[in-house]
T-cell receptor
Framework: EAQVTQNPRYLITVTGKKLTVTCSQN?????MSWYRQDPGLGLRQIYY???????DKGDVPEGYKVSRKEKRNFPLILESPSPNQTSLYFC?????????????FGPGTRLTVL | AQSVTQPDIHITVSEGASLELRCNYS??????LFWYVQSPGQGLQLLLK??????LVQGIKGFEAEFKRSQSSFNLRKPSVHWSDAAEYFC??????????FGTGTRLTIIP
């Protein structure tokens, strides 16, 4: 089954404790992206990647890092989480042309930073 | 600046009634436009998309949307809603780059 998976689905952590949210897709898509969803703000893009070793900032990249060492994986890293990063996070992948066609979303990761 | 606007934060309709969700965009050309649905606790699923051509687009689950260039709009419609349509709906646009810009969403409540 074609899908995007994220882990963990739920995470409660404390300020400053580094964490990684994993994202994996099995559709051989080159394009992958991370979004955060906050009430009243819709989805905002954090980072995106057009291929292995190619990443770029989205609209709200501050406080986040990503890496793309393999085509299928695109982890999101919070090196020093803060309470304002409490949010619902979605990973997505897309077939070419990069980012302009349908994006396939993972189930989401709900992060709470205390 | 390019943007997508969904004017209605929350809409309530009766089961069996018709539905129209509004979406407007700001862009100097015709963007690629999408409607996604997010059911409670779920990720986003594509309902339909518009790239070019016929301005009335059919999607899944009985939804359709009409692109109107003169109004910079891409409104989503359904002739008769079902209780299972209760969800949050997002309009999104691609403005000639590698990014998807989302509206703030419209939450749909269905009353029996």
């Amino acid at each position: 089954e074609a899908q995007v998976t994220q882990n963990p689905r739920y995470l409660i952590t404390v300020t400053g404790k580094k964490l990684t949210v994993t994202c994996s897709q099995n559709m051989n898509h080159e394009y992958m992206s991370w979004y955060r969803q906050d009430p009243g703000l819709g989805l905002r893009q954090i980072y995106y990647s057009m291929n292995v070793e190619v990443t770029d900032k989205g609209d709200v990249p501050e406080g986040y890092k990503v890496s793309r060492k393999e085509k299928r994986n695109f982890p999101l890293i919070l090196e020093s989480p803060s309470p304002n990063q409490t949010s619902l996070y979605f990973c997505a992948s897309s077939p070419p042309p990069h980012g302009t066609d349908t994006q396939y979303f993972g189930p989401g990761t709900r992060l709470t930073v205390l | 600046a390019q943007s997508v606007t969904q004017p209605d934060i929350h809409i309530t309709v009766s089961e069996g009634a018709s539905l129209e969700l509004r979406c407007n965009y700001s862009y100097g050309a015709t963007p690629y436009l999408f409607w996604y649905v997010q059911s409670p606790g779920q990720g986003l699923q594509l309902l339909l998309k518009y790239f070019s051509g016929d301005t009335l687009v059919q999607g899944i689950k009985g939804f359709e949307a009409e692109f109107k260039r003169s109004q910079s709009s891409f409104n989503l419609r359904k002739p008769s809603v079902h209780w299972s349509d209760a969800a949050e709906y997002f309009c999104a646009g691609n403005f000639g780059n590698e990014k998807l810009t989302f509206g703030t969403g419209t939450r749909l409540t269905i009353i029996p």
